[in-house]
């Protein structure tokens, strides 16, 4: 958790608040992410933009049902993710794509609850680079709306 102060009148308040906050993975190249839980945090659980090579292993994820905007891991513009025997349990995507992903490999997954591993939100903008190379194999997604 990272403190934050509250502002109150242009002035720090003299108590403070925890907020929550999720992991930026950008711009890793040939990373090892391993063991990590995430919790109930207030949007996404971990981001992975410009990555090249990353693995990430043995990620969970818990999430209420009703928590807005919470995907469990969204990426964009990477090559060469790999996601392997992790458990993701949210209220939104369990795994979404952004424009310019590729190769993405994702084994052993459990997916359950909110949308699934969702491929959206593309073509936003003019000559976005596609998204390509997607293969989800030996996961489990159980009650998702989209799969």
């Known amino acids: ?19 929550p906050q999720f992991p930026l993975f950008d711009f890793l190249t040939n990373a090892l992410i391993q063991d990590i839980t995430s919790k109930r945090t207030k949007q996404l659980h971990v981001n992975v933009l410009g990555c090249k090579n990353i693995t990430i292993e043995r990620f969970k994820v818990e ?21 392997i025997s992790s458990d993701i349990k949210t209220g939104d995507d369990c795994i979404s794509f952004g424009y310019g992903t590729k190769n993405v490999d994702i084994k052993e997954v459990t997916c359950g609850l909110g949308h699934g ?31």
């Open 63 to 83: 999430a209420p049902t009703n928590s807005p905007n919470a995907d469990g891991i969204h990426m964009g513009q990477s090559d060469g993710v790999n996601i």
């Open 1 to 19: 958790m990272v403190r934050e102060p509250l502002l109150k009148r242009g002035k720090v308040a003299s108590d403070m608040t925890f907020v």
């Open 117 to 147: 591993i969702s491929i959206g939100s593309l073509g936003k903008f003019q000559n976005e680079d596609l998204v390509e190379g997607i293969k989800v194999s030996k996961c489990t997604i159980t009650n998702t709306s989209n799969g």
